[in-house]
């Protein structure tokens, strides 16, 4: 997969699932297929030290046929595409929604893999005061940095550009630390930009 | 199911797609099972202007087997029970998390369809900062009631009652208006319970 870069499909169940066995970690170059393995146990561990209450939405299902005779036993449906963002939740009171993403190119993150509903949604967000980012990672740079959503929102709508360039990402968003505990400090990098 | 008010079961999807359906609703004695869509239809108004954007946890499913040779098709899952709560969401900068619960009961409302997780998790919203509480139909009485989650959890906890008293409910919560537009105005008990 690191070889087609921008080849990068969304994720069926099953790759998903694959990508949160820490068991199938080889080698540190899948590692960039680690930053929702690395979000999740980070949310573990706010929400064991009461720091934060941070979920990940499943994925949306489509059902198509229940066969009622076994009790409500579901025999057909498919996974949708995610319309709002991967996470949501509350920090020192505050709403918390953010979308997570990894990219494998060097330069830019590409915007194609955001869709224009889920800037729909961090719009409505940012409307009822919520706080709303992406978490972007670039796997080949292992740098993942936080970057507010209204940045973001203005880019995808006013620019010419296709991607958000490496160094605009750097100078705008905050680098996110990589620690022991939790794995990924994002909520550090929220309480700087938002001032909690 | 009016007369048998103590052996209401969680509904199935299929139950709770024909409570959702307006078509469906043929006389008042019904109106109890159609909080559900009233409290939806006022996140409706409520996200149209830009008031909150509350959501409906979708029903968790549990997936058993899925065909890849048709392109991730679930063949086989069931329905969970929610192990958090009904709805969450933002407002005003604040986060919302509820659980929406009606009774056929007229004197008390029976504390035995409140799982003990759901407990656990409300109690976290409230580590966290968060706002959060329960909408309480009495549906034969017509009348539903905001009520603060802390004043539920001291109850489930301490109280040797199975059951919170309807003049307890009275006095502890907030009878939340019908109108027009939105269906049931929660977040006016909100603002004022919480001063917002």
């Keep these: 997969m690191i070889n087609y870069p921008n080849k990068k499909k969304p994720l069926t169940e099953k790759q998903y699932k694959k990508q949160i066995l820490p068991s199938k970690k080889t080698n540190t170059a899948n590692r960039g297929m680690d ?8 949310n573990e561990y706010y929400v064991n030290n009461s720091v934060a209450l941070i979920y990940k939405r499943p994925t949306p299902i489509n059902i198509v046929k229940v066969d009622y005779s076994k009790g409500a036993r579901i025999i057909d449906a498919y996974f949708e595409k995610q319309s709002t963002t991967d996470y949501n939740g509350v920090y020192k ?3 918390l929604d953010f979308e997570a993403k990894s990219t494998h190119n060097l330069s830019s993150f590409p ?4 869709y224009s509903h ?6 409505k967000v940012n409307e009822c005061g919520g706080i709303a980012f992406f978490i972007i990672e670039f796997v080949n740079l292992n740098e993942v940095f936080f970057l ?5 929102i203005d880019f995808y709508q006013n620019s010419k550009r296709k991607s958000i360039p490496y160094q605009t990402i750097k100078e705008k968003g905050i680098l996110i630390e990589r ?3 939790p794995r990924l ?9 938002y001032d909690l």
Tied chains: 1, 2.
């Design 35 to 42: 930053l929702e393995h690395d979000l999740n146990i980070s």
């Design 93 to 95: 009171g505050r709403y």
């Design 111 to 114: 915007l194609h893999n955001i």
């Design 118 to 123: 889920q800037i729909d949604h961090l719009k």
């Design 148 to 152: 507010d959503s209204k940045f973001v």
């Design 179 to 181: 620690k022991f505990k």
């Design 185 to 193: 400090d994002y909520l550090k990098a929220v309480e700087q930009f």
